[in-house]
């Protein structure tokens, strides 16, 4: 009988974050998957070893997840994990793929669950806590009010003159900060971010004019219309 494959996401850094479904499904699971080619450096793996230190007595199995914007590179790093992925489910084991934030907001699982889920095998996804409303929270800023739209704009996306002008909240994800704080200046939009929430590293910016250009990757960006 093959195994079941649990694509979990574990929240965007605060280990108290991480959910009781993904708790118990970590502890009751045969092997843990982590998108990195080395355990020791996936953020992933450290944040829900935080929450649940049994992990450590786990097997881990890596699996390289590239970040570059080559797809024939992306291309062959996920055929190759999700080779490594049937080969587990093969044996019977039940595998919980740990994913930051949530497995279903741009998240690289996604393309492994949709090969393996193709091929036939029982892969299902556990939803965690996204960055942007950790992000927002932590800000005390809500994203969205009444009728009031919400836009997630990701990184990839090099077009914040247009993005900016869209109507209600923004959340602008690992964006372009020089280009963003360019092209919110004078566009009137309130902006307030958060970099590395939920970790011992967080920065919280209020406003526009704290918010550094050489942010690091993990910077959430969110928008809003000023208020006439």
Not at 54 to 64: G, H, N, S, T
Not at 116 to 136: H, I, K, M, N, Q
Request: proline share 6%; hydrophobic share 40%; glycine share 10%.
């Amino acid at each position: 009988m093959k195994g079941v494959l649990y694509g979990v996401g574990v929240g965007p850094g605060d280990p108290e974050l991480l959910t009781l479904k993904a708790a118990r499904l970590i502890r009751e699971c045969d092997e843990i998957a982590v998108p990195h080619k080395e355990k020791d450096k996936c953020f992933a793996l450290r944040i829900a070893s935080g929450a649940v230190p049994e992990i450590d007595e786990k097997p881990i199995l890596e699996i390289d997840m590239p970040m570059t914007r080559d797809m024939a590179v992306r291309e062959r790093a996920y055929e190759a994990g999700a080779a490594k992925l049937a080969a587990a489910l093969d044996e019977g084991k039940t595998v919980v793929f740990l994913t930051l934030g949530d497995p279903t907001v741009y998240s690289t699982y996604g393309y492994l669950h949709a090969r393996l889920a193709e091929l036939g095998y029982d892969a299902r996804l556990v939803p965690g806590v996204t960055s942007f409303c950790a992000s927002a929270a932590a800000l005390g800023v809500p994203l969205c009010e009444d009728v009031e739209e919400l836009h997630i704009i990701p990184g990839g996306a090099d077009n914040a003159e247009k993005t900016l002008a869209y109507p209600g909240s923004k959340v602008f994800m690992k964006g372009n900060l020089p280009a963003l704080l360019a092209a919110a200046d004078g566009a009137g939009q309130r902006l307030c971010g958060a970099e590395n929430c939920g970790t011992e590293n967080e920065r919280l910016y209020r406003r526009a004019g704290e918010i550094p250009a050489d942010a690091g990757y993990y910077t959430v960006v969110i928008a809003k219309e000023e208020k006439k």
